[in-house]
């Protein structure tokens, strides 16, 4: 039971983007939907992949805002945008 309030308070912390963006140039926790690259399914058109990739390719990963949008923590721009953001969590503190 404990494991699974943790996992909901974790989960509490996303942001969306739509409701607020982090600071300009601070690094976040980001999730993006979808995938730059598709691959139908048989039988599957392309619109009706692009709309499952969405629906179900989560990727979590680190970024920040730039001049001109999301940036990964390589600094090369991100082909997915962000839909939710959460700050980065405390370091450890040292023994």
């Not at 509490?12 to 399914?41: F, H």
Request: charge should be negative; proline fraction near 8%.
């Amino acid at each position: 039971m404990k494991e699974r309030r943790e996992e909901k308070e974790q989960a509490d912390n996303w942001i969306s983007c739509k409701e607020r963006m982090p600071e300009s140039e601070t690094l976040v926790i980001v999730a993006c939907y979808g995938s730059d690259i598709i691959i139908p399914q048989d039988g599957e058109t392309l619109a009706e992949s692009i709309e499952r990739v969405q629906r179900e390719h989560v990727t979590v990963t680190l970024g920040f805002i730039g001049s001109d949008g999301w940036y990964g923590c390589d600094y090369f721009p991100m082909m997915i945008t962000p839909t939710y953001w959460q700050p980065l969590p405390e370091p450890p503190k040292g023994e």
